[in-house]
């Protein structure tokens, strides 16, 4: 039973913090007078020694123990002897632990979040080399208009500043101690909860001590976070490994970032981008273990709420993704004479043209359907826009004046689209200063 119920499997990534409460609650009852000064002292002694073992990678960890915290109270007494036991006072396993998962969590938001920033930056670096580079914006994944390469890189920005507005918003519903809850009910003993969220530089203390032992929706904010930015990543991913293809071939991967086929010579194979794609089905699968576990719980702790910590650990596996998807950002070729090319197959300035009727008076419905009508017909004679003359126009509607023609343009065509937040390279340009200052800070 020892080997089924016991933790110590998963609790090597929650030591220290278990050390780090436990010396704040040790703190708080010797300043309470619920423990005399020098047994506070040697406890406090001992706890510190432990927690140099623990960052000198020398703590001796056993096997046959339930928890980490029964290990750490068992390497007290070692060290300070019966005196250990009295550590326990005020408190029990059920707030001990709530404790250590929100250290945890509150270091691993931002160790999430300072990875969403190096990648946000890599693509804003990449951004400001290609406001004027040319490439086909797509809907359903059909060539739809010309856009500026750095609007495209920036649209994912704003996913990732998304992703670090939530990383903060968890991180303030997480700073909450739950320590001095006890087991359920709180304690027999005048504790004093705040003293001890402020040594661990937590925000707030509980309000309700069922709530506190049975809280874990920190747990899935972080899982729901890491979640959704893996999703943004993968997104991202799958167009790298879309552009490297000999289909698209708007980009290559820098050679050392890339992989090799086992049998085929000529494969460059884009795989840090399809781990990234795959690691994101993990942590959608992290998501939906966490709220499961959840869901039927009847209040206040239950056993189940040990199975977290799997999806928990797992989900910070983003960090490292994030940083490769980074690393590759940072190496990759964009071909811009491919991706201008690109824009001038599929049309792609046939809304200009329709804008162009409607400046003129022509309900745009009706241009619209004038403009499709040319389309039609170019498909069908295996032409595009590009050789249009005002003659050909003037067939399908009088209205067109000659400047449609140089407006049917690529170039053009991006730089008309200067409305606010548009892809026109005078808003692209003021985009990409906001992104960069708002990334500095």
């Not at 000198?56 to 036991?85: C, I, M, N, Y």
């Amino acid at each position: 039973m020892l080997w089924f119920t016991s933790s110590l499997e998963l609790d090597h990534r929650i030591l220290r913090y278990d050390v780090r409460g436990s010396l704040a609650h040790a703190r708080m009852l010797g300043r309470q007078g619920i423990l005399p000064a020098s047994e506070v002292k040697r406890i406090v002694e001992g706890l510190e020694r432990i927690l140099e073992e623990v960052d000198q990678k020398r703590f001796p960890w056993p096997s046959d123990f339930e928890d980490v915290h029964t290990v750490v109270e068992h390497r007290l007494r070692d060290l300070v002897g019966e005196v250990a036991g009295k550590l326990h006072t005020g408190r029990s396993r059920n707030d001990q632990i709530a404790l250590d998962l929100r250290l945890f969590v509150i270091d691993a938001l931002m160790q999430l979040d300072g990875a969403i920033l190096d990648l946000a930056r890599a693509l804003v670096e990449r951004a400001a080399d290609e406001v004027e580079t040319l490439m086909p914006g797509y809907t359903h994944l059909q060539r739809a208009q010309p856009v500026s390469l750095a609007h495209h890189l920036l649209a994912h920005v704003e996913a990732f500043r998304r992703d670090r507005a939530r990383v903060a918003e968890a991180r303030e519903r997480t700073a909450t101690s739950p320590l001095g809850a006890g087991a359920l009910a709180g304690a027999p003993y005048p504790l004093d909860p705040a003293s001890v969220a402020k040594e661990l530089g937590l925000d707030r203390v509980f309000r309700n001590s069922i709530d506190a032992v049975a809280d874990r929706d920190f747990v899935a904010d972080f899982v729901f976070v890491s979640a959704l930015t893996a999703i943004h990543a993968s997104r991202l991913a799958e167009e790298l490994v879309l552009w490297t293809s000999s289909e698209f071939a708007f980009a290559e991967f820098a050679d050392r970032h890339a992989t090799g086929s086992s049998i085929m010579p000529q494969k460059k194979n884009p795989d840090v981008a399809e781990l990234v794609r795959g690691r994101s089905g993990r942590l959608l699968g992290d998501l939906v273990a966490v709220l499961t576990a959840i869901k039927g719980l009847p209040l206040a702790y239950n056993s189940d709420l040990q199975e977290q910590r799997v999806p928990l650990y797992d989900a910070t596996r983003l960090q490292p993704a994030l940083g490769a998807l980074a690393t590759v950002i940072r190496g990759i070729r964009f071909d811009r004479e491919e991706m201008r090319r690109a824009t001038e197959r599929g049309m792609l300035t046939a809304t200009d043209l329709a804008d162009h009727l409607a400046k003129r008076g022509v309900p745009f419905r009706e241009a619209h359907e004038v403009v499709g009508g040319i389309v039609r017909d170019r498909i069908a004679q295996g032409r595009d826009l590009g050789d249009l003359s005002l003659e050909e126009l003037h067939r399908y509607h009088l209205s067109f004046e000659a400047s449609a023609l140089d407006e049917a343009r690529p170039e053009r065509s991006l730089a008309s689209r200067s409305s606010p937040g548009g892809t026109a390279p005078a808003r692209v340009r003021e985009a990409l200063a906001e992104a960069t200052e708002a990334l500095q800070q």
